[in-house]
C-alpha cells in the first residue's frame, strides 16, 4: 500500500526534455499496465496526460509520453515550455485498489 | 460536456463523520459504463485514492480507508456521495471527485475540488 516513489524534483531548458521515474513493485506497475500520469498546475485540479502506460487522451500533446520496464513508469516532457512547470503525478492499479506517486516538482529554468 | 462539482461542509469535527456529495451533469452515473470515485490531497501534499464505484455493480476502497469510507448514489439526482467516519486532522484535504477516462484509468475527468478541515 505504500506510495510510489518519484523524484521530489526535476528540471530543465526550454526546448529540453526531462523524464520523471516512478517506482513500484511487483505488484502495481510490474503487473498491470494500468499506470496514469497526472499534471497539476498550482490551486488547479490534475490533468490527465498519459493512461494505460503510453496512451494520450484526446487533447494531450504528443511531447509527453510514457514507458514501463519492469517496476518502474517513466513521463518524458520533451521540448519543455513554461507551462510545463508543474507538479506530476503516477499512479498505478494495484489490484482493486489503485496507489499514487510521491509527486515531482519539474520547473522550467 | 462532462461536469462534476463537489459540495459539503467546509468544516468538519475530529471524531464526527465527513459527508460529501458530488453532482453530475453531462451524463449519466446510472447508465455511462464507467468507475466514479473520490481522491483527495491534503495540503501541501500528494494525492491519495480513496475509492470508486461502478453503479449496481461493484465498489472499491483504498484498503487503508476501507474501514472508514463508504460511497453511496443517488441516482434520481445524478449524485454520488463519500462519507467517512472517526475523522482527524489527517482527514484535511481538498477532495476531489472524478470519472474514468476509459476503463481501467481513473480520473479522466475531475471535479474543481472541495477543501475539508478537520478541527474543533
Known amino acids: 500500500q505504500s506510495a510510489l516513489t518519484q523524484p521530489p524534483s526535476a528540471s530543465g531548458s526550454p526546448g529540453q526534455s526531462v523524464t520523471i521515474s516512478c517506482a513500484g513493485t511487483?505488484?502495481?506497475?510490474?503487473?498491470?499496465?494500468?499506470v496514469s500520469w497526472y499534471q497539476q498546475h498550482p490551486g488547479k485540479a490534475p490533468k490527465l496526460l498519459i493512461y494505460?502506460?503510453?496512451k494520450r487522451p484526446s487533447g494531450v500533446p504528443h511531447r509527453f509520453s510514457g514507458s514501463k520496464s519492469g517496476n518502474t513508469a517513466s513521463l518524458t516532457v520533451s521540448g519543455l515550455q513554461a507551462e510545463d512547470e508543474a507538479d506530476y503525478y503516477c499512479?498505478?492499479?494495484?489490484?482493486?485498489?489503485?496507489?499514487f506517486g510521491s509527486g515531482t516538482k519539474v520547473a522550467v529554468l | 460536456q462532462l461536469h462534476l462539482q463537489e459540495s459539503g461542509p467546509g468544516l468538519v469535527k475530529p471524531s464526527e463523520a465527513l459527508s460529501l456529495t458530488c453532482t453530475v451533469s453531462?451524463?449519466?452515473?446510472?447508465?455511462?459504463?464507467?468507475?466514479w470515485g473520490w481522491i483527495r490531497q491534503p495540503p501541501g501534499k500528494g494525492l491519495e485514492w480513496i475509492g470508486s464505484?461502478?453503479?449496481?455493480?461493484?465498489?472499491f476502497y483504498h484498503p487503508s480507508l476501507k474501514r472508514r469510507a463508504t460511497m453511496s448514489v443517488d441516482a434520481s439526482k445524478n449524485q454520488f456521495s463519500l462519507k467517512l467516519t472517526s475523522v482527524t486532522a489527517a482527514d484535511t484535504a481538498v477532495y476531489y471527485c472524478?470519472?474514468?477516462?476509459?476503463?481501467?484509468?481513473?480520473?479522466?475527468?475531475w471535479g474543481q475540488g472541495i477543501l475539508v478541515t478537520v478541527s474543533s
Open positions: 472524478e470519472r474514468e477516462l476509459v476503463d481501467g484509468n481513473p480520473a479522466g475527468f
Open positions: 453531462g451524463d449519466s452515473i446510472s447508465t455511462s459504463g464507467y468507475y
Open positions: 464505484f461502478y453503479y449496481n455493480r461493484a465498489t
Open positions: 511487483n505488484s502495481d506497475i510490474g503487473r498491470y499496465n494500468y
Open positions: 494505460e502506460v503510453t
Open positions: 499512479t498505478s492499479f494495484a489490484g482493486g485498489f489503485y496507489v
